[in-house]
């Protein structure tokens, strides 16, 4: 209907105020100076909301919210993997020293599941391990991984970082009998 500031403002005035040409119209050339500003602003604000989301922002942007989180981007790391991680910081945070924190942390890295074992040995009780199953792995380095485990995990624990790849495929078994003297060996 309009399409600027100016033109809305100029269409409020009431009748007689419109009735000169636009062109010898004070009010007319008033509003479309001030329509410029105030549809620039407009641009502007709209611009600062999209900056000011981690899922919205400019790639330029995201060191700056990296910086806010205490996040540096990692060596090999994808924008988007980045991003994603940005993004998950609130969430990893709030679940910290929790089973569930290492969970969202091995999804901000692309692995699809995770599995925490506790060490059987009593002496042992505080020690874990934390085994990565793969999917959509974005960074596979161990050390960066292992660091990053260490930030949000309990406190009283000591874990270890274990990286394991799946592959589906069908394994054949076969078992051996012994009767007698007679070997006998299946194969299912």
Known sequence: MFN????YMFRLL?????????????FYIFFKVIGRQ?????????RV??????????????????QDRD???????TIESYRTRLAMKGVISEKAGLNEGIRYLAKSFGYDNVEILKNPDPEHWAEATVFFVGGNIVLDDHGV?????????PARTLLSLSKQQRYPG??????????????IIEQE
């Not at 600027?4 to 033109?7: D, L, M, N, V």
């Not at 909301?49 to 990296?66: F, K, N, Q, Y």
């Not at 991984?145 to 995990?153: G, H, R, T, V, W």
């Open 170 to 183: 069908t394994a054949y078994l076969g078992a051996a009998r012994v009767s007698g003297r007679i070997v």
């Open 38 to 46: 105030f549809d620039q602003m407009k641009k502007d604000i709209f």
């Open 145 to 153: 991984l292992l660091q990053e485990l260490n930030k949000i995990k």
């Open 71 to 77: 996040m540096a981007r990692l060596k090999g790391e």
């Open 4 to 7: 600027s500031f100016g033109e």
């Open 14 to 26: 009431f009748g007689p105020l419109r009735k000169v040409t636009k062109k010898a119209n004070q």
């Open 49 to 66: 909301r999209e900056e000011s989301a981690v899922l919205t922002c400019s790639d330029i942007m995201l060191p700056v919210h990296g």
